[in-house]
T-cell receptor, first 111, second 118 residues
Framework: AQSVTQPDIHITVSEGASLELRCNYS??????LFWYVQSPGQGLQLLLK??????LVQGIKGFEAEFKRSQSSFNLRKPSVHWSDAAEYFCAVGNTDKLIFGTGTRLQVFP | DVKVTQSSRYLVKRTGEKVFLECVQDMDHENMFWYRQDPGLGLRLIYFSYDVKMKEKGDIPEGYSVSREKKERFSLILESASTNQTSMYLCASSFYGVAGPGTYGELFFGEGSRLTVL
């Protein structure tokens, strides 16, 4: 069955620390992979996407993600977190079928 | 910039009322979607449409219907609202994916409509 797993429900980091949010997927075909961010009370905004090619993709706000086919993972990273990055982050996978979203990881940033 | 506009940010309705949630996009996208977002459950697809007057059921269509009379507008209808439909509702749109009609590209989301049913 197709699925997306975000194992961390809630992550807390200090401002300036590095960040990695995990995403694992199960998908039969070649996946398209996405990371979205949702600030409180807002809709979702696309951070980055992977369709093909270079497995390390750069996104907005200094985020990047690496597609690892052998591990069925698409983890999101940022070298130095800012207080404004506090939000909920969703991984999603799809291709010719509907997008499947993970349950989200809530990021809290301490000053 | 793509803009997806949901007409109501906050609604409070009573059990049994008919509820309309409206969504308009301004980028001529073929696909439009309605999701429901609940804590711990992520986003669940209610209905989607890949063309005018076309609709497809998502994962949780029960208790909902949709209407797409014009390309830019996609409405979600709760015929008789119930308390278990209290939730955040997100509308999204996209162009077709690379495989054409019925497939999906990057989604653009509205800001959401938070519905409370008393």
């Amino acid at each position: 069955a197709q699925s997306v797993t975000q194992p961390d429900i809630h992550i807390t980091v200090s401002e300036g620390a590095s960040l990695e949010l995990r995403c694992n997927y199960s998908y039969g075909a070649t996946p398209y992979l996405f990371w979205y961010v949702q600030s409180p009370g807002q809709g979702l905004q696309l951070l980055l996407k992977y369709f093909s090619g270079d497995t390390l993709v750069q996104g907005i706000k200094g985020f990047e993600a690496e597609f690892k086919r052998s591990q069925s993972s698409f983890n999101l990273r940022k070298p130095s977190v800012h207080w404004s990055d506090a939000a909920e982050y969703f991984c999603a996978v799809g291709n010719t079928d509907k997008l499947i979203f993970g349950t989200g990881t809530r990021l809290q940033v301490f000053p | 910039d793509v803009k997806v506009t949901q007409s109501s940010r906050y609604l409070v309705k009573r059990t049994g009322e008919k509820v309309f949630l409206e969504c308009v996009q301004d980028m001529d996208h073929e696909n439009m979607f309605w999701y429901r977002q609940d804590p711990g459950l992520g986003l669940r697809l209610i209905y989607f449409s890949y063309d005018v007057k076309m609709k497809e059921k998502g994962d949780i269509p029960e208790g909902y219907s949709v209407s797409r009379e014009k390309k830019e507008r996609f409405s979600l209808i709760l015929e008789s609202a119930s308390t278990n439909q209290t939730s955040m509702y997100l509308c999204a749109s996209s162009f077709y994916g690379v495989a054409g009609p019925g497939t999906y590209g990057e989604l653009f989301f509205g800001e959401g409509s938070r519905l409370t049913v008393l």
